[in-house]
């Protein structure tokens, strides 16, 4: 099994990563890319399947994207991953032992999704319109979904109203590249506590708004139960996406719902970010709590802090907690959760984390717990060096990306931190992600480096950059060709060049 999940095959020592294929299975699989150390390629036909494999609990083809371990007990997803986070620490971030603790699972692996994003595609047989996922490994083409197997089962309804709608009214599908057609996505938001549907339908910009809104609000208003909004998002972005600048339009209900998280009431609207499993973030949150071991007199930092939900928690157990976050909406909730838990020692800073530390160093009072929850890209070597530099106690680290989490473990030891706990917690089952929680401390006698060695080290740096420019140099000249082909190029065709 490999880092993204895909199965490790071997010609001769050459090694060929095999999309669709899990440990012990034997496919028939099409190579789509060969570089020169390795390869990649795509299984077509699973002819004998490993011994581990079980029946997949939707989806026999495997040809949805979506849950790609889907053949795998539960059990053994636990196990490769734990391993692979082990493995990622020992192999990127160089601690020969880490300090690590067993995986935590889920009770019931299904029905854990909070979000579901499903995208509008034509059936090219029918001329239809239904919505579904990607097909494994494709970014264009999308497979039919009735009902996903790790959404919360509470928004199928909705799901089903709309595609019968969109079918009804044989709506059209936006198309990225001529900016032309209509539906783009479907995004249905499940509160896990409350029960609280919310659906937001994605289009193209429409200057007359959506068509049949009347309708569809009629039908969903009487076929979902918990339902309590209907958005309309647009945007005309020729990226996938259903982010858009401008704020919903509100077909119906209100903008937001409400979730229940790390012990507080969240109210949640379409832009923020929240953790997709309500169900393993109530855990993740509580070893947050159980490992950073808050004290009424810490000065707390929760730095990509979302919407607040680990701001909330820590607030209670500490003196103060400042949340640090770049999207204004997620902020904005995070000032109204605050107030709706009667939360007070809560400050909070809008903008991107790394100029914030500068600005902050001196400014705001030292921290004594610094809590991050980076996006899946990891920290930037300045915001780690920044964050040792405030010299809290003890740092803990929610990744949802082992591999960039162990990528920053060298760092953190530069700059004299080391982990003292590791807790992977499984958020995704089915697929190959998987989040962790890791407490740092100070390395004991660590000093920081004198003058000299920072001179030297620079010096090394730079001349790895000055290096890589050079190859970088070296490359480009190689591929630029002659445009036309002037005499310098006859004349190299001459010398057989
Ligand atoms: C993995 S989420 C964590 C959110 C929150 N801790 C939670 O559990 O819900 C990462 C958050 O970081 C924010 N973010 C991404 N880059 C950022 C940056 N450079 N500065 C500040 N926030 C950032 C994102 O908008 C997102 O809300």
Redesign the pocket.
């Known amino acids: 099994m490999s880092h993204g999940g895909r199965g490790v095959a071997r010609h001769d020592n050459f090694v060929v990563f095999v999309g669709r294929a899990l440990p012990g299975d034997t496919v028939r699989a099409r190579v789509t890319r060969v570089k020169r150390s390795f390869a990649e390629a795509m299984a077509e036909e699973l002819l004998v399947p490993g011994a581990q494999n079980v029946d997949p609990q939707c989806d026999p083809e495997g040809a949805c994207g979506s849950c790609t371990w889907q053949r795998l007990p539960y059990e053994l997803q636990l196990t490769y991953k734990e391993e692979q986070v082990r493995d990622a620490i020992v192999r990127l971030g160089g601690l020969e032992q880490p300090p690590m603790l067993p995986i935590v699972g889920m009770d019931d692996p299904t029905g854990y999704r909070n979000k579901v994003e499903y995208t509008f595609a034509t059936d090219p047989e029918t001329g239809e319109v239904f919505s579904g996922y990607h097909r494994f490994g494709s970014w264009e083409e999308i497979v039919a979904i009735d009902e996903c197997l790790i959404a919360d089962p509470r928004g199928n309804a909705a799901k089903h109203i709309v595609d019968a709608w969109a079918k009804r009214y044989d709506l059209k599908v936006f198309n990225r590249e001529t900016g032309t057609g209509l539906l783009r996505s479907l995004v249905l938001r499940v509160g896990h506590a409350t029960g609280e549907v919310q659906v937001n339908v994605v289009t193209g910009s429409t200057a007359k708004g959506l068509p049949r809104a009347a309708e569809l609000v009629d039908d969903l208003e009487a076929g979902v139960p918990g339902i309590v909004g209907v958005l309309h998002t647009q945007t005309d972005s020729r990226a996938e996406t259903s982010f858009s600048e401008e704020p919903p339009t509100v077909l119906w209900g209100r903008d937001w719902y409400e979730e229940q998280m790390g012990g507080k009431t969240l109210k949640i609207r379409s832009n923020s ?3 997709t499993n309500t169900r393993q ?1 109530n855990k993740l949150y509580d070893i947050v709590l159980d490992v950073a071991k808050p004290r009424p007199d810490d000065i707390a930092y ?1 730095l ?4 607040g ?2 701001t909330l928690a820590l607030a209670p157990h500490v003196q103060e907690v400042v949340g ?4 204004q909406e ?1 902020i904005d909730c995070a000032i109204e959760n605050a107030e709706l838990n009667g939360i007070e020692n809560v400050e909070w800073q809008t ?4 100029p914030i530390l500068k600005f902050a160093k001196g400014v705001w009072p030292d921290p004594t717990l610094i809590v991050v ?3 899946r890209s990891g920290l930037v070597p300045k915001v780690v060096m920044r964050i040792c530099e405030a010299k809290p106690e003890r740092i803990i680290y ?1 990744s ?1 990306n082992p591999t960039t989490f162990a990528g920053n473990l060298p760092q953190f030891r530069e700059f004299g931190y080391e982990p003292v706990s590791i807790q992977p917690v499984d958020q995704f089952p089915f697929t190959s992600h998987c989040e962790l929680v890791a407490r740092f401390e100070p390395i004991p006698g660590w000093e920081p480096p004198t003058a000299e060695e920072l001179a030297a080290r620079e010096a090394i740096k730079l001349a790895a950059k000055n290096r890589t420019k050079q190859r970088t140099n070296a490359r480009a000249a190689g591929r630029r060709k002659p445009k036309a082909k002037g005499a310098d190029a006859a004349a190299a065709d001459d010398q057989g060049a």
């Open positions: 970010f929240l953790q973030a929760d990509y802090c979302g919407l939900s680990i640090v976050e770049v999207v997620a903008g991107n984390v790394r929850d980076p996006p929610v949802c």
